[in-house]
């Protein structure tokens, strides 16, 4: 069993964190809601939360992930904060790094982070990377931005004083994986693996059987939308409509035959399907998202009042 000091490493293989999203408020609203849902999320026994990356003003999304995990584990009591996914071919990884590392040094053991390569073409827009570059860009800057944050790096990035205390522990990171090939590339590199919140059980199982067959050591981290009582049926549908209008097919070609909804009646009901999927998954480690497109943060928050009951059956 994972000790609870394990726990409290980000990403560590065993924990359940949740994903924040921004509603659809004025900039100023949203920052605020997100930082109180964050403060909650903590507050209910949440080991961590993750936030992700799409830009222009994209529905659910803010800009800067690192950035906006500052504003969360400021309000946090405990646990910790994990920009995941990022968007490595957005910019030269040594930025990348120098940010996480200095977001690290603010907030010692309680940042974690993921990458991915991206699938939306305005994000490379703004950033004036060629689309069709961004898988090659993924590959050549994962290695260097992993090593780097384990305090290995032989450019002059390396003396940076936030890198350079990573060679001590380094930072806890995984991957957004959606093949064979990417989970043995991460298991490489020792980084846990992250799978989309619509793949079915059985591609997730797959993915993981071939991590472990790899050798990775990491967290296999499920992400699956939980519902505690009656689902939000109506917003569910708008949310895969939103979804259909811009996932590649490759990833389409992963999701289940429905939205991968867990719902229970009780929080002990809910928690029980979710560890079925996990056990069927063969993952150890679970990312909740309870926002949907179109709740209200009232909506959400009566979630989250319901998880200390959820979290204590599921760990049990």
């Known amino acids: 069993m994972t000790s609870s000091t394990e726990l409290n490493t980000p990403l560590a293989p065993g924990s359940i964190s949740v994903r924040l999203y921004p509603h659809d408020l004025p900039a100023i609203d949203q920052v605020r809601v997100i930082r109180e849902q964050a403060a909650l999320a903590a507050d209910v026994g949440f080991d961590g939360v993750m936030v992700s990356e799409h830009h222009a003003d994209f529905p659910g999304y803010l800009p ?3 950035q906006l995990a500052g504003f969360l584990a400021d309000h946090m009591s405990r646990g910790w904060v994990a920009p995941c996914p990022l968007l490595l071919p957005l910019k030269p990884y040594a930025l990348i790094v120098e940010d996480l590392a200095w977001l690290e040094a603010a907030y010692p053991g309680r940042v974690g982070a993921g990458f991915a390569a991206g699938a939306l073409p305005v994000d490379f827009e703004l950033a004036e990377v060629p689309f069709d570059e961004i898988v090659a860009r993924f ?17 002059p990035l390396g003396a940076d004083r936030a890198v350079r205390r990573l060679a001590d522990s380094g930072l806890p990171m995984c991957a957004a994986t959606q093949s064979v090939a990417a989970v043995r590339r991460a298991a490489r590199l020792d980084l846990g693996v992250l799978y989309d919140s619509l793949q079915g059980a059985e591609v997730s199982k797959k993915l993981s059987d071939a991590y472990d067959e ?12 939980v519902w505690i009582g009656d689902p939000p049926t109506g917003e569910m549908a708008a949310q ?9 097919d490759r990833a389409i070609a992963n999701w289940g035959d429905d939205d991968q909804l867990i719902v229970g009646a009780t929080p002990a009901e809910a928690a029980g399907a979710l560890r079925q999927m996990l056990d069927d998954s063969n993952c150890d480690t679970v990312n909740v998202r309870i926002h949907v497109k179109g709740l209200t943060p009232d909506q959400v928050g009566a979630q989250m009042e319901r998880y200390p009951e959820f979290l204590a059956e599921f760990r049990r």
């Open 64 to 66: 800067n992930p690192i």
């Open 214 to 225: 790899a050798g990775g050591t990491g967290a296999k981290i499920l992400i699956r939308r």
């Open 240 to 248: 895969m409509d939103h979804y259909r209008s811009y996932a590649p």
């Open 139 to 155: 590959k050549e800057a994962l290695p260097k931005t992993v090593g780097a944050l384990r305090g290995e790096d032989p450019t």
